[in-house]
């Protein structure tokens, strides 16, 4: 068992005003595959980052499409506005949407969230903290919401911590791996032409080895880390977090 890595296709960022052609091409790739990625869904976008093209009549249609045929549909936030400042427990981001605010008000802001992503016939299965930004008030407020499954973490596997099960999500490009579950995690409003070029081949050579959420559920039983998985994690976290650092450092 598991004697092959397995790969999890996540697109973030998704919303009626994204950009259409970035996400076209996508999204015929992933109806080429038969994929069965984490749409992770902003409900009520605010960010002007996301407001590129005029909103799009066929968005919530194809959504709603892509999950008949097993996407799994992720609440990407609310707004995806970053109005909090707190540290994260994937600590990436200083400033974001959820972590460092009082738990009623991100209890409020899910249940506002499924429901309005609900309205358009969908339901949210995953949480996807905008910017990795959520805290312990964010994994209480997601179990009263009844969302016990989120996307993040840097463990090789899927797990269990504070109460809710964690799909872990590594890497921002395709990169091949011996075993385990990665998620690949795609912005299509901003990759470039050889970024998609890079993940069309990888899929072409490893589709076989694409996995769903619920397929990984069970292939990857969930349960809490162990202290070498912990460590390990930790020190992947750093790596990232050095690297930012590393690069926030050229620009200035
Ligand atoms: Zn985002």
Redesign the pocket.
Known sequence: MNSKARYLLRF??LCPTMSRAGWERFHTLIRQYKLKPILAIVPANQDPDLMIDPPDQKFWNEMRELEAIGACIGL?GLT?LNDQRGRSLIPLHRETEFAGAMEPAQQKKIAQGIHLLKEQGLTSRIWVA??HGFDRNTLRALQSAGLNLLSDGLAERPFLKGGVVWIPQQIWEPVSKQSGLWTICIHANTSTAAQFAELGDFIRTHHEQFTSVEDALVEFTPSPLNIVEAVATWVRLTRIRISKWRKRRRRH
Do not use: E, L, N
């Open positions: 973030d960022d990407h995806h905008p910017r």
